[in-house]
């Protein structure tokens, strides 16, 4: 009895809150903030496989054989009767950064000797109908001819593609020849079959499928790079993330390796590979197929302000730490200086020529570099001093991206937020792998900055729904929706926040080593994480100026488990209203709008939302959790809306 009694109570209180009304207030013509077009942006790291075994489109894994063990990935194989043996040549001193290739020696008149490629994580995703093209550099070595056939394998060892390369060449020499699949697998294998007595020497050996992004030979993956074009980003940070550091100097990021000829672009280990236990990798390594040139093209593509990190003389702080000493900083400096004379210089500069030749004369527009990723320590402000100045001295208008460690708050934190404030530094980068709680009670954390100071840069964040690293954290929705929740209060300060970019990006479902990640995929497949529809729903309803949004005069950042702000779209002539409910209870609101001529009866809502917190996307279900559009009718100037527990809508009203 007592039992029936509460739960009538209960359900009796939920409806009432579910009927009261609460009315908020919109001041639509009290701009408050510009909201800039890099508002939402891409961080992008080669972490997960996210490049090499993901967006690069390359199926052949250690094409180069570079990796520690040369022949990882590899497997030799013969049949009908074919022999042979091979050798694995270091030409260090003639191709330092390139100095592996396998000369096979085939002994047998017969059949067939040679090898085949297990791809990425056990193999190669082709599809049904697609053409691929193969290639090779390879050199004949002796008085007779060893031609190449290759093969397809399919899931049961059928051959669903080949072809057939006969190199001709005494010298090194590039062949290649394209050949369809007929079967889709996201677990092909490739053999490279040898036949004819004699010897070869083979290196860079390549599988590519014919589509890719804008149908580039070499290229990324379209599928996955479509992904980046929906979020309408408006910056691509690149490379990282720690790669930019390295574990190692040695192991550091150095973009003037990763353009030009791919065969000329050194390859080195992923420091991902051995980070966690955990999670090893050990055939992970960087090809940088992916390199400076890409990541500036697609920048370009997807309409984002390219955002380089540049490595400052210092390798992960959380590894080794290593310092470049201050007094042999130059080459570093350097490397700066010359990326920003690469991507915007004309064709009469050395390095605006070098663009140009890569057959891109335009200049990249290049507004802004990051000096050092997620680096702490007064160690940090010294280099980065020196940085400064020589940038700032030679090109005064590119704004400075500068770190301010990996944590939001604490000591390294506050000593670099103090100084950089009064070393007066352009853009702060801030970065928070926390609970999906801290979202939710941060959304008022830019209320009270500087107005006058730096602008922020949310450089790197996440919600984790166990702990940072943990390899059970999830992309629930619950931390998609405190990350909305967050994202409202970095809207409402868009006059201090000038960009903001979820991490990590990517995750090969059965190769990451990190999560939450923005965006999982397989070797054919990916989707969206609840987490990236919130990304996809700012940035696409982000408008161009803040108006304010209240509740008793009051910024909307937590009453009633609550969070909302609004903005106009100068572009489109609307009204934009994000609402965040992160309350187990539906919500009855109402919002007053001031200061408008009124707008057309019908105004346009989106909703995300999701039954449970605990509720994700995945291959199998990859909309569970995603955008619903509906509409609205709207009577003078008061919106009514009924707003579903744990959920994020958007409506846009237009004007009159
Ligand atoms: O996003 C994953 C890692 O988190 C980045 O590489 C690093 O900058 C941060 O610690």
Redesign the pocket.
């Known amino acids: 009895m007592l039992k029936r009694t509460f739960l009538t109570l209960c359900a009796a209180s939920a409806f009432a809150m579910a009927n009261a009304q609460t009315q908020y207030t919109i001041a639509a013509d009290k701009v408050k903030a510009h909201i800039q077009p890099t508002m939402y942006g891409i961080?992008f790291?080669d972490?997960n496989l996210a490049a090499d075994g993901g967006v690069y489109a390359e199926l052949v894994k250690n094409r180069s054989f570079e990796f520690n063990m040369p022949l990882m990935g590899w497997k030799e194989q013969k049949k009908d009767g074919g022999d042979g043996r091979t050798e694995v040549i270091n030409r260090a001193v003639e191709r330092p950064e390139n100095a592996h290739f396998i000369k096979s020696y085939i002994t047998s008149d017969a059949g067939f000797y040679g090898f085949s490629n297990e791809g990425f994580r056990g193999g190669m995703g082709v599809k049904e109908g697609e053409e691929y093209s193969f290639s090779v550099i390879a050199k004949q070595e002796g008085d007779t001819y060893v031609k190449l056939n290759i093969e397809l394998h399919g899931d049961n060892g059928d051959i669903i593609g080949k072809a057939e390369l006969m190199p001709t060449d005494k010298e090194w020499n590039r062949y290649s020849v394209k050949f369809k699949s007929s079967a889709t697998t996201p677990k092909a294998q490739l053999y490279v079959w040898m036949s004819g007595k004699g010897v070869i020497d083979l290196d860079m050996i390549s599988l590519f499928p014919e589509h890719t992004w804008k149908n580039r030979p070499g290229g990324l993956r379209a599928d996955l790079v479509q992904r980046l074009a929906d979020l309408k980003p408006g910056f691509l940070r690149f490379p990282?993330?720690?790669?930019v550091e390295g574990r190692e100097l040695n192991n550091r990021y150095q973009w003037k390796k990763t353009i030009g000829p791919v065969d000329k672009r050194e390859n080195i280990i992923n420091r991902w590979n051995t980070e966690f236990k955990h999670r090893p990798a050990p055939d992970y390594y960087q090809t940088f197929g992916l390199g400076f040139m890409e990541y500036f093209m697609t920048a370009e593509d997807i309409g984002a302000s390219p955002l380089p990190i540049l490595n400052c003389g210092m390798a992960c702080e959380?590894n080794t730490g290593e310092l470049v000493p201050l007094d042999k900083l130059d080459p570093y400096v350097q490397d700066a200086l010359d990326l920003i004379e690469f991507a915007n210089g004309d064709a009469s500069t050395k390095w605006g020529k070098l663009r140009t030749d890569l057959g891109h004369p335009a200049p990249f527009n290049l507004k802004m570099i990051g000096v050092g990723?997620?680096q702490w320590g007064p160690q940090y402000i010294d280099r980065w001093k020196i940085f400064t100045k020589a940038i700032k001295t030679k090109y005064p208008d590119v704004k400075i991206v500068s770190a301010l460690g990996?944590s939001p708050e604490g000591k390294e934190f506050d000593l670099l937020n103090k100084t950089f404030r009064s070393l007066g530094a352009d853009i702060l980068d801030e970065?928070y792998?926390a609970p999906a709680k801290w979202f939710r009670d941060n959304a008022r954390r830019y209320d009270n900055y500087d107005r006058k100071g730096p602008k922020i840069f949310a450089g790197?964040y996440a919600a984790q729904s166990v702990s940072t690293v943990n390899p059970d954290n999830k992309n629930n929705w619950e931390c998609a929706l405190s990350e909305a929740a967050f994202m409202t209060g970095l809207e409402r300060n868009a006059d201090v926040v000038n960009m903001a970019s979820y991490?990590?990006l990517f995750a090969h479902v059965e190769g990451w080593q990190?999560t939450p990640n923005l965006i999982w995929f397989d070797n054919l497949k990916s989707y969206a994480t609840p987490n990236y529809y919130v990304q996809q729903l700012f940035s696409i309803n982000k408008g161009t100026d803040v108006v304010p949004l209240t509740l008793n005069n009051e910024a909307v950042a937590g009453q009633n488990d609550s969070y909302a702000t609004a903005s106009l779209d100068k572009n489109t002539n609307e009204l934009v209203i994000k609402f965040v409910n992160t309350s187990t209870s539906a919500q009855n609101v109402s919002f007053k709008i001031t200061g408008s001529k009124g707008y057309q009866k019908q105004a346009t809502v989106t909703t995300l939302k999701a039954e449970s917190k605990d509720a994700e996307n995945s291959l199998t279900a990859p909309t569970a959790v995603s955008p619903v559009e509906s509409t609205i009718d709207i009577s003078g100037n008061t919106l009514k809306l009924a707003v579903e527990p744990y959920s994020f809508k958007i409506v846009r009203l237009k004007n009159k």
Do not use: L
């Open positions: 961080f790291e972490i990282g993330g720690c790669i959380f990723n997620e990996p970065h792998y790197e991490a990590p990190w």
